[in-house]
């Protein structure tokens, strides 16, 4: 396989240096597991933990020790790299992934080496697994290969016009990503005068990191990059800044230069693009840019739909056909259903794409998130259509029937 032949080398050329590694098996069958520990026995190597492959678990494990090689075996997976990105979302960026699968294929390998992933091609002897592990060892001990650090995924939540919910949803989504999947999120505020996402993460006594003449220039690095976090747990932060000094064009590239560190640590970065702010800086280039995926919001208007179409054939005409982001709509009720001027067929025809989430209108949505409620908390409709917004992020199927939700 492609990936032996990068790290094995010779066989002769084995290291020793992986006694004390820190690792774990997320096994699904007995014969993976035994063929592990026994690897690693032989060898003298220090056994990994051993656990059973679901979410619940890795989630609970991965969090609260300090992992540097992490090992899947994914040979019950109908669809390895689908499985792959799920998980990879429950695990700490800093840890090198070994991937075992059964599915013999250059688009697996290549997919899941985009993620930052080693594969492992299953069946496998003890000699092969060890040489293999060594070769992901020496790589990260060298600081290269597939064993650097991993990006976040960017999530860009694009407002059609403005007042269209697009700040609420980001942060709904990101408290549904770290409450409900435990995946660390930075939400990225890109309105640098004013906007209202503060209140809508529910922080009281909140200030944007100001960024003074001259500190353009200064140099970045990643304990000053995340010194400009304001931590609201251990797995949200926000990015926040603006200037007096600096204009909005250099505010946002400064933003971006942060990204680039705080991604290293965190799972998902999402960014908040409301059209009000954000279009003014933004262009459909800068969109396909950044983003992992494109999450486009709209509301049941005319207008909203119009502004929504124009920017969905820009983006499009900007996309790498062979490596294109998703693109999400969403069709998000601020109002009433019964003052909608358009429905979700009538929009799904004008946008030539379906309607992936339908949002119910909350009423007096203001006045609960200002007394410390969430949107996911006041209605189970809104609950259920959050989650499944954040499920199709993660790659996963909704659990519900989320067109329903709202519709006309």
Not at 266 to 293: G, K, Q
């Amino acid at each position: 396989m492609i990936e032996l032949a990068d790290i094995l080398g010779s066989k002769e050329k084995k290291a020793t240096t992986t006694q004390g590694v820190n690792s774990v098996l997320f096994y699904q069958t007995n014969q993976c597991k035994a063929l592990v520990k026994e690897a690693y026995q032989f060898e003298g190597y220090a056994t990994p933990s051993f656990l059973v492959n679901m979410d619940s678990t890795i989630k609970e494990h991965v969090r609260d020790q300090s992992i540097e090689i992490v090992m899947i075996e994914l040979n019950e997976s109908e669809d390895v790299v689908k499985d792959a990105e799920r998980i990879s979302s429950l695990l700490p960026n800093d840890a090198s992934v070994i991937v075992i699968g059964r599915e013999d294929s250059i688009s697996t390998i290549r997919n899941l080496k985009k993620m930052g992933f080693y594969y492992l091609f299953w069946p496998i002897n003890k000699q092969e697994l060890i040489d293999f592990v060594s070769g992901v060892y020496d790589n990260r001990s060298g600081n290269k290969g597939l064993g650097q650090k991993r990006k976040a995924k960017q999530i860009s939540l694009v407002g059609s016009k403005g007042g269209v919910g697009t700040t609420m949803l980001c942060s709904e989504l990101a408290h549904f990503l770290t409450k409900q999947k435990h995946s660390s999120c930075v939400v990225v505020d890109n309105a640098y005068q004013g906007g209202n996402l503060d209140i809508m993460m529910g922080i009281e006594k909140f200030k944007k990191k100001e960024i003074r003449s001259g500190e353009l220039a200064t140099s970045l690095d990643t304990t000053s990059a995340h010194s400009l976090l304001y931590r609201c747990d251990d797995l949200l932060s926000v990015l926040s800044i603006d200037s007096p000094d600096y204009g909005s064009f250099d505010v946002k590239d400064y933003t971006q230069a942060v990204v680039e560190y705080v991604g290293e640590d965190a799972n998902f970065l999402i960014e908040d693009l409301s059209a009000s702010s954000a279009s003014l800086v933004f262009t459909a280039r800068d969109i396909v840019d950044v983003s992992d995926a494109i999450v486009l919001i709209i509301t049941p208007t005319v207008s909203a739909v119009r502004e929504a179409a124009s920017l969905l054939k820009r983006i499009r005409e900007l996309q790498n056909k062979e490596d294109s982001q998703r693109i999400l709509l969403v069709f998000n009720n601020v109002l009433p259903e019964s003052n909608a001027t358009i429905t979700k067929e009538e929009a799904e025809k004008y946008l030539l794409q379906p309607i992936d989430v339908v949002v119910p209108h909350i009423k007096k949505l203001d006045a609960k998130i200002l007394t410390g409620k969430r949107a996911t908390d006041v209605s189970g409709k809104a609950k259920r259509s959050i989650h499944a917004l954040g499920e199709l992020i993660l790659g996963e199927e909704p659990k519900h029937g989320f067109f329903r939700f709202g519709s006309r």
